[in-house]
């Protein structure tokens, strides 16, 4: 029973075309989170949901929209992508006041051809 | 600007040693610390986490020290064994009480442990 699940696992696509990458999380968590990885391997925060309210956009370009239709759900739709669009792609989630630290799902590999 | 830094990419130890992970922080506000275990194809699991008024968390095979005047924290596992071998990252928070608080990361230190 997966607790953060993202889907697709892996995502090939050209330049230009415009992608979404789901995420569910099934703890009860309040916020979620996106976070890239990139070819160096630094995990960077990207968006930060609460409740379904942004809390955190950190300097993503605009072709990169979050949506939240609910608290359990964080997607990601990114438009025109880009060659150095290819990353990981982790979602995660966390409990306010929690010890536990974030959740994460397996990741989506996006690779832009 | 690289506010959590993990200088060794990579350790090797031998099954039964303690394996030792460091990490070093810049920014002051900081007061949570955790610490992440990935295997390859996964997302990172959470592992052990201190808070900025301890300077010792223990769990299991697990510690955590923090050295708050250093900026420095590291993570100690003993006995080591081969399942513990993945890619460690550490990770900082300026807030614990505001879930809005992102957590920075570290690049991660890929440990082996040899039978």
């Known amino acids: 029973d997966t607790a953060v699940s993202q889907t697709p696992k892996y995502l090939v696509t050209q330049m230009g075309n415009d992608k979404s990458i789901k995420c569910e999380q099934n703890?009860?968590?309040?916020?979620m989170y996106w976070y890239k990885q990139d070819s160096k391997k630094f995990l960077k925060i990207m968006f930060s949901?609460?409740?379904?309210?942004?809390?955190i956009n950190e300097t993503v370009p605009n072709r990169f929209s979050p949506k939240s239709p609910d608290k359990a759900h964080l997607n990601l739709h990114i438009n025109s992508l880009e060659l150095g669009d290819s990353a990981v792609y982790f979602c995660?989630?966390?409990?306010?006041?929690?010890?536990?630290?974030?959740?994460f799902g397996s990741g989506t590999r996006l690779t832009v051809v | 600007d690289q506010q959590v830094k993990q200088n060794s990419p990579s350790l090797s130890v031998q099954e039964g040693r303690i394996s030792i992970l460091n990490c070093d922080y810049t920014?002051?506000?900081?007061?949570?610390f955790l610490w992440y275990k990935k295997y390859p194809a996964e997302g990172p699991t959470f592992l052990i986490s201190?808070?900025?008024?301890?300077d010792k968390n223990e769990d299991g095979r697990f510690t955590v020290f923090l050295n708050k005047s250093a900026k420095h924290l590291s993570l100690h596992i003993v006995p080591s064994q081969p399942g513990d071998s993945a890619v460690y990252f550490c990770a900082a928070s300026a807030t614990f009480f505001t879930n809005a608080g992102k957590s920075t990361f570290g690049d991660g230190t890929t440990l082996t442990v040899k039978p």
């Open positions: 949901y609460n409740n379904k309210e942004l809390i």
């Open positions: 703890l009860g968590h309040d916020t």
């Open positions: 995660a989630s966390s409990q306010e006041a929690s010890w536990a630290g974030y959740t």
């Open positions: 920014n002051s506000m900081f007061d949570y």
């Open positions: 201190i808070s900025s008024i301890k």
